[in-house]
């Protein structure tokens, strides 16, 4: 089964909006780490949040870590056409990184 | 700075006919090495991770097989294509903390 999900599968916004994407996950974890993938490329790291952080930001992106409820969020403001993409998170147990499905967002013009 | 290389960028084989995909690492010393597969709009997958030369776990059996031949070097392979196994093969690597993981560019291989 999958260590971590992401909900939900896909998301559609206008250009200016904000979106946010849920994470959870079902083991202990040292961090929570946030990926992007666009179309035709390899996934590429966007925030890290260590399990004794609650909140991470970078730039236009906010992390959130619930450790508690084994959870986190990734919210994007001020969304562009470019930030299409698909997210992922990401847990990580013995040494290794498990990724969830992926939340597929698509921003509109 | 580290730096990974995958090649073929993208390949068109037919089934049946053997397969290998190759990945370098330059710039880090005894990386965990991961192979992922993408099919079309679908997860990542992951097929196989190493964490030391000559060491290899499968996580996935798709009737693929894989090697570390070299510190800096995960070859990924199959003598005999199926259709199934179209898609994105994406070669990794990450450190022993396994604070973030680092993508090649992928191949996209297409089996006719």
């Known amino acids: 089964s999958q260590l971590a999900e992401e909900n939900p599968w896909a998301l559609s916004v206008h250009e200016g909006e904000s979106v946010t994407v849920n994470c959870s996950y079902k083991?202990?974890?040292?961090?929570l780490q946030w990926y992007r993938q666009k179309s035709g490329e390899g996934p590429a790291q966007l925030i890290l949040?260590?399990?004794?952080?609650r909140e991470k930001r970078n730039g236009r992106l906010r992390a959130t870590l619930d450790t508690s409820s084994q959870s986190s969020s990734l919210s994007i403001t001020a969304t562009r056409c470019e930030d299409t993409a698909v997210y992922f998170c990401?847990?990580?147990?013995?040494?290794?990184?498990?990724f969830g499905d992926g939340t597929q967002l698509v921003v509109k013009p | 700075a580290q730096t990974i290389h995958q090649w073929p960028v993208a390949e068109i084989k037919a089934v049946g006919s053997p397969l290998s995909l190759g990945c370098t690492i330059k710039?880090?010393?005894?990386?965990?090495l991961y192979w992922y597969w993408q099919a079309t709009g679908g997860t990542l997958q992951q097929l196989f991770y190493?964490?030391?030369?000559?060491?290899v776990e499968s996580v996935v059996q798709l009737n693929l097989s894989a090697s570390r031949p070299k510190d800096d070097q995960f070859i990924l392979s199959t003598e005999k294509l199926l259709l199934s196994h179209s898609g994105f093969y994406l070669c990794?690597?990450?450190?022993?903390?396994?604070?973030?993981?680092?993508f090649g560019k992928g191949t996209r291989l297409t089996v006719v």
């Open positions: 990794a690597w990450s450190s022993d903390s396994a604070t973030e993981v680092f």
């Open positions: 083991t202990s974890i040292t961090a």
């Open positions: 949040i260590r399990s004794n952080e």
């Open positions: 990401a847990t990580d147990n013995n040494n290794r990184i498990f």
């Open positions: 710039g880090k010393s005894s990386p965990n």
């Open positions: 190493s964490i030391t030369v000559g060491q």
